[in-house]
């Protein structure tokens, strides 16, 4: 009898950890379609469309000014408190935003999923990468304010810290794309988890020192230090507080201080990509 031979054959991965980069650079063309998607549909049928990408940090960062810097008075130093807020909220938007687009990610595109295959990672990169144009226009944003300040008097005294922004950028994506992965691989089973996202990263921006200088949260809550540890140990209080470092040329950006960023961020991607992988493999009998 005379053995078939398949073109291609589907079977289960065995490695625990398989980047299978190979596979995700031959589906590139496919990545591209879904970052356009992403891109084109997302404000498509909205009177304002893009303009939220620039409407929404703005009226943000107005608010926090408003209510944490004129009414509870905490200080930023030299810094003029809106373009303070402006500097963290537009850093924080990129990672907020790859979180939570992706995590659900097998929840949202179910039916396409159970149709087709595909590298399903092709999914959550397509959102880091898609939300780099919305970043993009936001840093533009922040540098227009930020030249208007400079004409006004704003002193900077420029220094190297520029070439870290890269970093923060590579940082901020993996650290959103490992938890977005971890999330939205738990979510197949556990659906409550879809309520408590929202709320979750509410409270995990007020612990990345998005609205205040760390210096003045560890003064003031002296008495608390566990929160002060979460604090200062949070990652993303360290890609933050080096954001404003970088564009307001304060202080010196360590070495170690990049070194755990990038770490952190590395090793939750890694975990991120190991329960994604063996997700993949059963969640259509779950969701």
């Known amino acids: 009898m005379k ?22 650079w031959r589906y590139k063309d496919l990545l591209l379609l879904f970052v356009k998607r992403d891109v084109i549909t997302k404000y498509k049928q909205t009177v304002l469309g893009p303009l939220w990408y ?3 940090p703005l009226f943000t960062s107005i608010i926090f000014t ?11 130093n030299s810094i003029p408190p809106f373009l303070f807020n402006l500097a963290g909220i537009t850093a924080w938007n ?3 935003d790859c979180l939570t687009e992706t995590s659900d990610t097998f929840k949202k595109n179910e039916s396409i999923f159970g149709k087709v295959y595909f590298p399903r990672v092709i999914m ?57 992965m971890i999330i939205s691989s738990m979510v197949t089973k556990y659906r409550d988890l879809t309520f ?15 609205v205040y200088p760390v210096s003045v949260a560890i003064d003031k809550m002296k008495n608390y230090p566990i929160a002060v540890n979460i604090i200062k140990y949070n990652p993303m209080t360290t890609v933050i ?13 360590h070495f170690f201080d990049v070194f755990y960023m990038m770490s952190v961020s590395l090793i939750i991607f890694f975990i991120g990509l190991i329960i994604f992988n063996k997700t993949e493999k059963n969640f259509i009998d779950t969701i």
């Open 196 to 210: 408590l996202i929202g709320f979750g990263v509410q409270l995990l921006m007020y612990l990345s020192a998005v």
């Open 54 to 56: 620039i409407i929404q």
């Open 241 to 253: 507080e080096s954001f404003r470092k970088i564009v307001f040329f304060e202080g010196e950006i």
């Open 94 to 96: 990129y990672f907020k």
């Open 124 to 180: 959550p990169i397509s959102v880091v990468v898609s939300n780099l144009l919305k970043f993009s226009i936001q840093i533009l944003i922040f540098f227009c304010f930020y030249i208007y300040f400079l004409i006004s008097g704003l002193n900077v005294i420029f220094n190297i810290n520029i070439i870290f922004f890269p970093v923060l950028v590579i940082s901020m994506g993996l650290l959103g794309l490992g938890l977005g």
């Open 3 to 24: 053995k078939d031979i398949w073109l291609f054959e589907i079977s289960p991965k065995k490695k625990l950890i398989d980047l299978n980069l190979k596979e995700v």
């Open 66 to 76: 408003l209510i944490f810097n004129n009414i509870a008075n905490i200080p930023t």
